[in-house]
């Protein structure tokens, strides 16, 4: 089964929110199972999109109980790791989609980068060089549907 | 979803990998998914039982990758954290089944006691104090139908 | 530098902890960094011991701040990682050493044997297979000195 | 003790090595511990630097073993966790330092931000928000002394 990681912040914009949600769904109807963080914000946008389509979510939490774990999980792993849990997130993709900014969000995709993960985003943060070229490595997409298309996966 | 945690050698006895299958095979009958280590031996009957009735399987993996993982998981959760992730396999459980005894299922037998979960076993190993007297917290059982049982989920 | 690891129970009885503060002593004597779970019983009196004799102290904690570390580690590496810190304690002594027993305490030796790390205890708890055959694999000693002794490292 | 986390990339620039070697020696100087990945480039600059000054320094390693970690630690920490040790670092200083750029060292940075810790970077990487906008929370350093200073320990 192929499996998405899909990474956003707790405190997510209207557009992160729905993109996350319209990424979900799309995965499950392209068969695919979520990975995500599995609290709120785009962790819960994109498991409810998955379930709304019906498709597998899992959702790997910081914590060591499932508390605070959003509703739309089908399996909750409660690593009790921290944000070290970041990594086994990023690990457990065949790509990373990454919606939305925040730190928590960066070190996401800068651990998908550094395993060599492909990795698309769609709105969130950019990565430059001191003298400001940008830092190759990511691929930027404006909609869900290219978000999709980008991973390369289906 | 009600979650099971088993854990187990790779070098297994051919009672310990029966007992897991049928372990397996009965937790899907329950409607229970399945977290195990993902690999051969005891985590492979385990997965194969569970598959084998339909049932939900996550592997956790110590690796960083789904190499070598066993044919039956329905997903793959490569940590990268080494035996660190007999952890997470038992903080992802609402009861703890050990089938079978190492020094890895020892560790997950004892941190699956240590957040005192509910920890049934089926053949495997003992624990004493010095003195030869039994430590408690352990509920042993002859059957797998009597682990299922002994789980108090069902 | 050799690297001693030092598992035991916070709640510890007044034999371990005597047990405990002269194993850290020693070590610290022989010119052996002690590392240790960092907090309360047995990890802050083999602390206690090393500190005395000027020893160099790690404590591994599980929580991912300072907070309840006992006061005579010499570093504090704040995991976040909760038990599964354990791992790390066992990974990073050239001996482990077990004083008294508990789950967490007996993870630690698990981990350290499933490593087929040297393992020395004294005081704790026994481990047989299920027809009352003890399980080799874990050196017993009767007192402090024997203990640093059978480590074979000095 | 204070304790300062010290991240860069393996592969460094020749400037990335002087600031790194000179900030151990610094940090060494005004008594504080550095924790680093325990590896070459900036982690094993940062060590050569602290030790050339008598300081202490943790090797904080992605793998189970101390092979290939650099020799210059004090103690080396075989955490087995691959890049989620990155974690480990991050919570392990009064502040984190930030020499010169690469995704691992990234992960590092925007964990440090996750945790609110203070954070001063010489050379490496810039992040903006998608309209170029400087995402704030990062003090960037131009010299070793700088960064030394803008820490707000010493």
Chains 1, 2, 3, 4 share one sequence.
């Not at 405190?11 to 729905?18: C, H, K, R």
């Not at 790791?81 to 996401?108: P, Q």
């Amino acid at each position: 089964m192929i499996q998405v990681s899909v990474c956003g912040p707790r405190a997510a914009t209207e557009d992160d929110l729905a993109n996350a949600r319209r990424v979900g769904r799309l995965l499950a109807q392209h068969g695919a199972a979520v990975i995500c963080g599995g609290y709120t914000g785009v962790m819960e946008a994109v498991a409810e999109g998955a379930a709304s389509a019906g498709g597998l979510v899992i959702g790997v939490l910081s914590a060591g109980t499932t508390e605070n774990a959003n509703p739309h999980l089908s399996v909750a792993i409660p690593t009790g790791m921290g944000e070290a849990r970041n990594a086994i997130i990023v690990n457990s993709g065949d790509a990373v989609i990454v919606v939305g900014g925040s730190w928590g969000t960066l070190s996401e995709l800068a651990l998908a980068r550094r395993r060599d993960a492909k990795v698309v985003q769609i709105g969130g943060w950019r990565i430059s060089a001191a003298d400001g070229s940008p830092v190759e490595g990511v691929v930027y997409a404006a909609t869900p549907e290219e978000v999709i298309e980008a991973t390369g996966l289906f």
